[in-house]
């Protein structure tokens, strides 16, 4: 009779996993830190390269933090149509291991792989070249209508800005998305009400947007986009509920969130920081206002 041999290891990110979903609290403090750390991460990566559309980036990186980190499966999908914001897309993937953060400062440089847009197919995580605004939920709805004629099950999540709502396609991607129940779509909006023009609702009138989506056919949900405790929340009910409607999450955010005086302005939609700028938000996240 052969001699057993020593027990599988197990692995230590498989027992820390377990400690945080037995512990709620510790969950959403580790979410917090990794957002923080990213943030900081961008914040540097635009200050450096002297681009904008840093606001862009600092509304969503809630969104992509949970996504990337608590609800994506391994066979999952993650597509960010808001293309501007690649710099929060980076820092995600940066801090989940899939990109080397040497990288972060060769952002916008000449000969980099990280550019503006996010480049298809080059980096770990980005599947398509996003950023000309419209686009990202018909790729969503295509992977999702391919993924049910192969018996593939994966989920595929899209964030889009509200501004792109403006487009015809979004509304195009949606109808069909309705129709053919693609429930394995996860349409999340960062609705932080603004855009390059001014103020989302100005430009072109949305609301009452959660009708308009209903209407649809939509299963619409709403939340603070910037609170991890209501993603987890949310995430619970979708998955108890086993829903046959494809889900849209509306985020209540702020562009800019943590930049000052900045938020939620439309110059953080475009312009870059200033030397002032980036120290002052240093100092006031060092002083508390991101977790440490």
């Not at 027992?15 to 750390?37: F, G, Q, T, W």
């Not at 992509?64 to 999908?77: E, K, P, S």
């Not at 914001?85 to 990280?114: K, R």
């Amino acid at each position: 009779m052969a001699t057993p041999g020593p027990p599988a290891p197990v692995a230590v990110h498989h027992i820390h996993r377990l400690a945080l979903v037995l512990n709620p609290k510790a969950e959403m403090h580790a979410l917090k830190l990794k957002c923080a750390s990213l943030k900081r991460r961008l914040l540097s990566m635009h200050f450096k390269a002297r681009a904008g559309h840093v606001g862009a980036s600092l509304s969503c990186a809630e969104i992509l933090t949970f996504v990337r980190f608590q609800w994506m499966g391994a066979d999952d999908t993650l597509l960010l149509s808001k293309g501007h914001a690649a710099s929060a897309l980076y820092s995600v993937l940066m801090e989940a291991g899939d990109i080397d953060p040497s990288l972060a400062d060769t952002f916008y440089q000449d000969g980099t792989l990280l550019s503006a847009h996010p480049p298809p197919n080059l980096l770990p995580g980005i599947p398509f070249a996003t950023g000309s605004l419209g686009h990202g939920l018909s790729l969503a709805a295509g992977m999702s209508l391919a993924d049910r004629l192969k018996g593939d099950s994966r989920k595929v999540f899209c964030i889009t800005s509200d501004g792109e709502l403006n487009e015809g396609s979004i509304w195009e991607a949606a109808l069909f998305i309705a129709h053919h129940q693609l429930n394995k779509v996860i349409w999340l909006i960062d609705r932080n009400g603004l855009q390059g023009f001014g103020r989302g609702e100005d430009v072109m009138k949305m609301e009452p947007l959660a009708e308009k989506l209903a209407a649809f056919g939509f299963e619409v949900a709403q939340i603070d986009g910037h609170d991890f405790s209501a993603f987890s929340e949310l995430k619970t009910r979708w998955e108890d509920q086993g829903l046959t409607k494809p889900l849209v999450v509306l985020c209540q955010t702020r562009k800019g969130k943590d930049l000052g005086a900045l938020e939620d302005t439309v110059d953080c939609h475009y312009l870059p920081l200033t030397d002032a700028q980036y120290q002052q938000t240093l100092q006031k996240w060092d002083e508390g206002d991101l977790p440490a």
